[in-house]
């Protein structure tokens, strides 16, 4: 258990035959409460592991029902009824006749007051990144196998106890290159009404603490929650490694292949003429989401502030950072790669270049397959006598493995009023004005799809990062000229290269002074490429650090104002 994948066996479960599906949850006096958050019973065919592990939106789903509790406590009954919302099925009576495995789990929210006088209930990151199937803190129940057989008679529901709870997370370690940095946000303290932090995963260059009068430009490597800095390995790979299987780039082995890059990612850090930087990974879990999409909202609060004004100055402080603007760049990939355009045209001064890779949508225009200013829907392309679905992710084979409507039925099992801590639901959290009820308001009815134009309006004027470009460019132009760098893959799986097309086009046309910006694709190549036509996706999303110091170091050389120190950290 504890997170941690395992085969099942009715040796150590008991089975129960149900004529018709009746389940009852509950959890023991021992487990403290009452709790509020949101309740789900999944169902799952599949042994190889827990079912909590198996709810996603792909092909290979298990079957999920979810509720809202208020106030749950130790004892008490709830029902699966008509109330529950069922994904991908939507009754327990369409549930076909067979042997399964059933778990409860319960993942918890905390009450919120915020500044704006709103109240909320969300899900505190509690360490692991907003994922609600191994948050710390949240009951669950063992697999218990039944069987489903209408010839079969039973008198009462099954009962699933939660008397189980995922333990906390040990902290990790600092190193002589990695450290770990924690600070107390004021603004984000006093958006939520409580303690709220923010966190760095710190690379420090070879020869830091021998050269102590050395100062370093900052890289800011924008991605999801890092628990510590990814794909560095001071040791050589294990091996003895049992070599795995990567169903999303179709290799055997990919494990191997990730620990001897990581090693590698040391042999060239440490290694006498690779560019010397601090590299950042920024930790900032909330209430909605692994991340914050590093810009002020809302919902979320001044997280870009609070990033931007308390975090990296408090790192360059620590570590000795030039701790100017001509001296600090972005990049990331996916969310990432959105996070770093967003932070170069939202802080321009602050930073002296972005390399985005395949980024979330950055053109509303193309949010993903749908304009949210012209469609009225964004699950189907209707018309009166023909309605067909719009997808929402697809396979190297161009085959469409989602629909829009299926990723966001996945997200509402998991949780509503945008807490389902997914990725339509952050994008609505970050973009969306703040509803009355002190939740995001919708850009499309989750059941329906219906397009809130209102809605759709406010995203524009604050995060179509294309229609800012555009509509700012006076302004933005002297500041952000030759800084804008884009990548993806003409296959991404989630359509991120339909809005990147479309900022091309908007990059194109801009005058006095024109943009400068790179914008390049890869034919064939899936989510997420990042610019490198030399190796393929699943070697180059390994390597963004080698990647991109380079052109850092080309950036200042160009670019660093007269007087500016680049000469003390070349060592």
Same mark, same amino acid.
């Given at each position: 258990?504890?997170?941690?994948?395992?085969?099942?066996?009715?040796?150590?479960?008991?089975?129960?035959?149900?004529?018709?599906?009746?389940?009852?949850?509950?959890?023991?006096?021992?487990?403290?409460?009452?709790?509020?958050?949101?309740?789900?019973?999944?169902?799952?065919?599949?042994?190889?592991?827990?079912?909590?592990?198996?709810?996603?939106?792909?092909?290979?789903?298990?079957?999920?029902?979810?509720?809202?509790?208020?106030?749950?406590?130790?004892?008490?009954?709830?029902?699966?009824?008509?109330?529950?919302?069922?994904?991908?099925?939507?009754?327990?009576?369409?549930?076909?006749?067979?042997?399964?495995?059933?778990?409860?789990?319960?993942?918890?929210?905390?009450?919120?007051?915020?500044?704006?006088?709103?109240?909320?209930?969300?899900?505190?990151?509690?360490?692991?990144?907003?994922?609600?199937?191994?948050?710390?803190?949240?009951?669950?129940?063992?697999?218990?196998?039944?069987?489903?057989?209408?010839?079969?008679?039973?008198?009462?529901?099954?009962?699933?106890?939660?008397?189980?709870?995922?333990?906390?997370?040990?902290?990790?370690?600092?190193?002589?290159?990695?450290?770990?940095?924690?600070?107390?946000?004021?603004?984000?303290?006093?958006?939520?009404? !409580?303690?709220?932090?923010?966190?760095?995963?710190?690379?420090?260059?070879?020869?830091?603490?021998?050269?102590?009068?050395?100062?370093?430009?900052?890289?800011?490597?924008?991605?999801?929650?890092?628990?510590?800095?990814?794909?560095?390995?001071?040791?050589?790979?294990?091996?003895?490694?049992?070599?795995?299987?990567?169903?999303?780039?179709?290799?055997?082995?990919?494990?191997?292949?990730?620990?001897?890059?990581?090693?590698?990612?040391?042999?060239?850090?440490?290694?006498?003429?690779?560019?010397?930087?601090?590299?950042?990974?920024?930790?900032?879990?909330?209430?909605?989401?692994?991340?914050?999409?590093?810009?002020?909202?809302?919902?979320?609060?001044?997280?870009?502030?609070?990033?931007?004004?308390?975090?990296?100055?408090?790192?360059?402080?620590?570590?000795?950072?030039?701790?100017?603007?001509?001296?600090?760049?972005?990049?990331?990939?996916?969310?990432?790669?959105?996070?770093?355009?967003?932070?170069?045209?939202?802080?321009?001064?602050?930073?002296?270049?972005?390399?985005?890779? !395949?980024?979330?949508?950055?053109?509303?225009?193309?949010?993903?397959?749908?304009?949210?200013?012209?469609?009225?829907?964004?699950?189907?392309?209707?018309?009166?006598?023909?309605?067909?679905?719009?997808?929402?992710?697809?396979?190297?084979?161009?085959?469409?493995?989602?629909?829009?409507?299926?990723?966001?039925?996945?997200?509402?099992?998991?949780?509503?009023?945008?807490?389902?801590?997914?990725?339509?639901?952050?994008?609505?959290?970050?973009?969306?004005?703040?509803?009355?009820?002190?939740?995001?308001?919708?850009?499309?009815?989750?059941?329906?799809?219906?397009?809130?134009?209102?809605?759709?309006?406010?995203?524009?004027?604050?995060?179509?990062?294309?229609?800012?470009?555009?509509?700012?460019?006076?302004?933005?132009?002297?500041?952000?000229?030759?800084?804008?760098?884009?990548?993806?893959?003409?296959?991404?799986?989630?359509?991120?290269?339909?809005?990147?097309?479309?900022?091309?086009?908007?990059?194109?046309?801009?005058?006095?002074?024109?943009?400068?910006?790179?914008?390049?694709?890869?034919?064939?190549?899936?989510?997420?490429?990042?610019?490198?036509?030399?190796?393929?996706?699943?070697?180059?999303?390994?390597?963004?650090?080698?990647?991109?110091?380079?052109?850092?170091?080309?950036?200042?050389?160009?670019?660093?104002?007269?007087?500016?120190?680049?000469?003390?950290?070349?060592?």
């Amino acid at each position: 258990m504890n997170g941690r994948a395992f085969v099942l066996s009715s040796i150590f479960f008991p089975c129960f035959l149900l004529s018709q599906s009746k389940f009852s949850l509950t959890y023991p006096k021992d487990r403290g409460g009452p709790f509020d958050g949101r309740l789900l019973l999944m169902i799952s065919a599949d042994t190889t592991t827990e079912p909590r592990f198996q709810i996603n939106d792909g092909p290979n789903t298990q079957q999920g029902f979810g509720v809202n509790v208020d106030g749950w406590k130790a004892g008490q009954a709830k029902v699966v009824d008509k109330s529950w919302f069922g994904y991908p099925k939507k009754s327990l009576a369409d549930i076909p006749p067979r042997e399964y495995w059933v778990q409860g789990l319960l993942h918890k929210y905390e009450t919120f007051k915020r500044s704006d006088g709103h109240t909320v209930k969300l899900p505190m990151d509690r360490g692991e990144g907003q994922q609600w199937n191994r948050a710390p803190g949240n009951i669950f129940s063992k697999p218990k196998k039944i069987v489903i057989d209408p010839r079969k008679k039973t008198a009462a529901a099954i009962t699933i106890s939660l008397d189980q709870e995922i333990p906390p997370i040990p902290p990790p370690k600092d190193t002589k290159y990695i450290k770990h940095v924690k600070i107390k946000s004021e603004r984000l303290t006093k958006f939520w009404g !409580c303690d709220m932090y923010l966190g760095a995963n710190v690379l420090l260059p070879w020869g830091w603490e021998e050269h102590p009068s050395a100062r370093y430009p900052l890289a800011v490597f924008h991605g999801h929650f890092p628990a510590t800095f990814g794909g560095f390995r001071e040791t050589p790979p294990d091996t003895g490694l049992k070599p795995d299987y990567s169903d999303r780039f179709r290799i055997s082995g990919y494990n191997l292949i990730q620990q001897q890059y990581a090693h590698k990612l040391y042999q060239d850090w440490t290694s006498p003429n690779f560019p010397r930087m601090i590299v950042i990974e920024v930790q900032h879990a909330n209430p909605y989401y692994d991340d914050s999409y590093a810009v002020n909202s809302a919902n979320l609060g001044p997280y870009g502030d609070a990033i931007m004004y308390e975090l990296i100055p408090h790192v360059e402080q620590k570590f000795r950072g030039v701790g100017q603007g001509w001296a600090r760049f972005t990049y990331g990939g996916s969310t990432g790669g959105w996070e770093a355009l967003a932070v170069q045209v939202l802080y321009p001064d602050e930073f002296n270049g972005a390399w985005a890779a !395949c980024p979330d949508p950055i053109d509303f225009r193309a949010y993903t397959v749908v304009n949210i200013y012209n469609d009225d829907n964004a699950y189907w392309i209707g018309k009166p006598w023909k309605q067909t679905p719009r997808p929402g992710k697809r396979d190297y084979k161009n085959e469409v493995t989602a629909t829009l409507a299926e990723a966001n039925y996945f997200e509402l099992l998991l949780g509503d009023k945008s807490r389902s801590g997914q990725q339509w639901d952050i994008w609505e959290a970050v973009y969306s004005p703040v509803g009355s009820d002190g939740y995001p308001r919708r850009i499309f009815d989750k059941a329906t799809g219906k397009i809130d134009k209102n809605v759709a309006q406010h995203w524009r004027e604050n995060y179509d990062l294309s229609y800012i470009i555009k509509r700012d460019w006076a302004k933005l132009g002297p500041k952000l000229q030759g800084k804008i760098h884009l990548y993806v893959g003409e296959l991404d799986n989630f359509y991120l290269n339909n809005a990147v097309r479309l900022t091309e086009g908007v990059l194109a046309q801009l005058k006095d002074p024109p943009a400068d910006a790179e914008v390049d694709y890869e034919c064939l190549a899936e989510h997420c490429w990042n610019g490198d036509h030399s190796t393929p996706i699943w070697i180059s999303r390994l390597m963004y650090v080698q990647i991109h110091a380079p052109k850092i170091v080309e950036r200042i050389r160009k670019s660093a104002p007269a007087g500016a120190d680049i000469t003390s950290w070349k060592y």
